[in-house]
T-cell receptor, first 118, second 113 residues
Framework: EPEVTQTPSHQVTQMGQEVILRCVPI?????FYWYRQILGQKVEFLVS????????KSEIFDDQFSVERPDGSNFTLKIRSTKLEDSAMYFC????????????????FGSGTRLTVV | QQQVKQSPQSLIVQKGGIPIINCAYE??????FPWYQQFPGKGPALLIA?????SEKKEGRFTISFNKSAKQFSLHIMDSQPGDSATYFC????????????FGPGTRLSVLP
């Protein structure tokens, strides 16, 4: 079964440092997302990406965050200057298209990257 | 209006029991309602989903009941097993195509052997 792959599985960084979280979405998917989950809390939407641009973002996704699809396979989330409160599990997700229409077809989450800011 | 409420926060049942998890929403623009199952250290995995034009959907041991007028929906797990022990999240999105989900706060289910 196709998977969304995220690396690294765990990253520890010092406050103020930049981090890049990496994701390889499912190969024929066109829509890409980042979510985060602070320990023990609900999953929260950060950003969606389609056709090489951000299609929607939440108020969490401020100027410290950016996303990029640098090549045909990777999708990255960059946090410019990490804060203690950025410590969370970050999930990448992707979804496809069926019958020429946008659907939630195959909406799949990766296993996440646990980011710890110290 | 973007919030999805979920209860209970945690639930313990015996093997074979039927846990029921309830969710409620306010935004009538939501029209796609999935349930996700999450095991520790893993990402959410889609369990079952429903659209508001039906009142019930069943897939294997999992059933969603949907009450459009009350803006509520619930997940029932028939013949629950210890392997069903996980956190369950309800979610909602505005359109039935690739969009961001609004998640409920989650229910931690423990099924005792």
């Amino acid at each position: 079964e196709p998977e969304v792959t995220q690396t690294p599985s765990h990253q520890v960084t010092q406050m103020g440092q930049e981090v890049i979280l990496r994701c390889v979405p499912i190969s024929n998917h066109l829509y890409f997302y980042w979510y985060r989950q602070i320990l023990g809390q609900k999953v929260e939407f950060l950003v969606s990406f389609y056709n090489n641009e951000i299609s929607e973002k939440s108020e969490i996704f401020d100027d410290q965050f950016s996303v990029e699809r640098p090549d045909g396979s990777n999708f990255t989330l960059k946090i410019r200057s990490t804060k203690l409160e950025d410590s969370a599990m970050y999930f990448c997700a992707s979804s496809g298209q069926a019958g020429g229409q946008r659907t939630n077809y195959g909406y799949t989450f990766g296993s996440g990257t646990r980011l710890t800011v110290v | 209006q973007q919030q999805v409420k979920q209860s209970p926060q945690s639930l313990i049942v015996q093997k074979g029991g039927i846990p029921i998890i309830n969710c409620a929403y306010e935004n009538t623009a939501f029209d796609y309602f999935p349930w996700y199952q999450q095991f520790p250290g893993k990402g959410p995995a889609l369990l079952i989903a429903i659209r508001p034009d039906v009142s019930e959907k069943k897939e294997g041991r999992f059933t969603i009941s949907f009450n459009k007028s009350a803006k509520q929906f619930s997940l029932h797990i028939m013949d629950s097993q210890p392997g069903d022990s996980a956190t369950y999240f309800c979610a909602a999105s505005k359109r039935n195509y690739g969009q961001n989900f609004v998640f409920g706060p989650g229910t931690r289910l423990s099924v005792l052997p």
